[in-house]
């Protein structure tokens, strides 16, 4: 929004717009002489939307543009380079030498569709994923630049660091060799991407290696189901990105016959990771048994105690009430230390309310890749359809699938 007008100053007229870009205020000033009076009455609609459109036009430069921000320990001299990527080709679109604060900043156009960039530091690379035209701060040290770091900003910066931080803890624990036979790595990643399917993430664990090892081969059947789910993730909701004929064309080359011969079945198979837990009445409740019974389930991960879980779960009282008889079903796992404040608060819900104790570990919070509460997953016929990130948008999301 902006605000223009005209004010008479020590015999000048000054024109002035005030307005608001992103994050940053910007106020424009032109002053013209009132001598002709007569005729600035005349031009003063044309000269107050010349100063609007002005503001627009220098108030809000850079707004397209992405940020990665931050501070790298002990790398005084040494000279940072930010890389992008075309066809698995890495190439240099900006530096800058540190100095001894080791802060930097490097600012870019938005590529219009999300993508994975990275930061390059001597010999080791960091890489770090873009939506939009967010700000991603990386924090790190020159001597461990490429694995003891943190990356925030977005909700997929952090999930690429979480899968990072897993990758390097199966290598540290089982060797470089076994990390693409390591099924409890390769299943919580799976799930992440199951999770969102056509995010940025979802594309760079695909497509990661490691010493040459690739987490993901398209030859074994389980990873190249994985990779048709994110494939046709990608084909419904990015047909548009450059990337979506790369894994259109992965999956569809590599899915083989009982008989060894290439078929073009473009329909992955998705699968739905298991959770068992009891309810408020004692029972065991399995989201597999509770997503075969009905249409559509939201599966909800929440803290009952937590400042934000009330007006949460009146979001998802509102979907309820008006999907619950076209057959919508709601799993929420709650993750609340005291059982008993939660049995008093699950009593009064009228879905399925189930408890994650500490004893049960977060298996199944690493499993759907919860790194936030709330966290809420649309099931549609028994398979995950999509994650979402607004909870105002949960009424929006279900209608989709109803």
């Known amino acids: 929004m902006s605000h223009t007008g005209i004010v008479k100053w020590r015999g000048k007229m000054i024109i002035w717009s005030r307005g608001r870009c992103k994050d940053e205020n910007f106020v424009l000033i032109l002053w013209l002489s009132s001598k002709n009076s007569a005729k600035m009455k005349i031009f003063n609609k044309s000269i107050l939307t010349i100063c609007a459109a002005t503001l627009a036009l220098y108030g809000c430069k850079g707004s397209n543009e992405w940020k990665v921000s931050g501070e790298i320990e002990g790398a005084d001299g040494q000279t940072m380079v930010l890389e992008a990527s075309s066809n698995g080709r890495w190439f240099p679109i900006d530096s800058a030498k540190l100095s001894g604060n080791g802060k930097f900043s490097f600012a870019h156009e938005a590529a219009g569709y999300p993508d994975i960039y990275r930061l390059r530091l001597g010999d080791k690379s960091l890489y770090f994923p873009i939506d939009s035209i967010e700000s991603v701060t990386v924090m790190s040290k020159a001597s461990a630049f490429d694995s003891e770091y943190t990356l925030t900003g977005s909700e997929s910066a952090e999930m690429l660091l979480h899968v990072d931080n897993r990758v390097r803890e199966a290598i540290s624990r089982n060797g470089l060799a076994s990390l693409p036979n390591d ?220």
């Open 183 to 402: 099924t409890l790595l390769k299943r919580e990643l799976g799930g992440m991407m199951l999770g969102d399917p056509a995010g940025i993430v979802a594309y760079y664990i695909i497509n990661k290696r490691v010493g040459g090892v690739a987490l993901y081969n398209p030859e074994n059947k389980y990873d190249n189901r994985i990779i048709g789910a994110v494939a046709n993730a990608f084909d419904q909701y990015r047909p548009n990105d450059p990337r979506t004929e790369f894994l259109k064309r992965l999956f569809i080359t590599n899915r083989r016959s009982g008989n060894g011969k290439v078929t073009t079945i473009e329909a992955p198979e998705v699968s739905l990771f298991e959770i068992e837990l009891y309810d408020n009445t004692g029972k065991l409740q399995k989201l597999s048994e509770v997503a075969a019974k009905n249409k559509v389930v939201l599966l909800s991960f929440t803290v009952y105690g937590a400042e934000p879980s009330p007006a949460y779960n009146v979001e998802l009282n509102k979907v309820y009430d008006r999907y619950a008889k076209n057959g919508l079903e709601i799993y929420q796992v709650a993750l609340d230390e005291d059982e008993y404040r939660w049995k008093q608060s699950a009593r009064n819900l009228p879905w399925i309310t189930v408890y994650n104790s500490t004893a049960d570990g977060v298996k199944y919070l690493d499993t759907y890749n919860v790194v936030s509460l709330p966290t809420t997953y649309v099931i549609a016929n028994g398979e995950i359809a999509t994650r979402v990130l607004d909870p105002a948008q949960v009424g929006q999301e279900v209608s989709k699938y109803m």
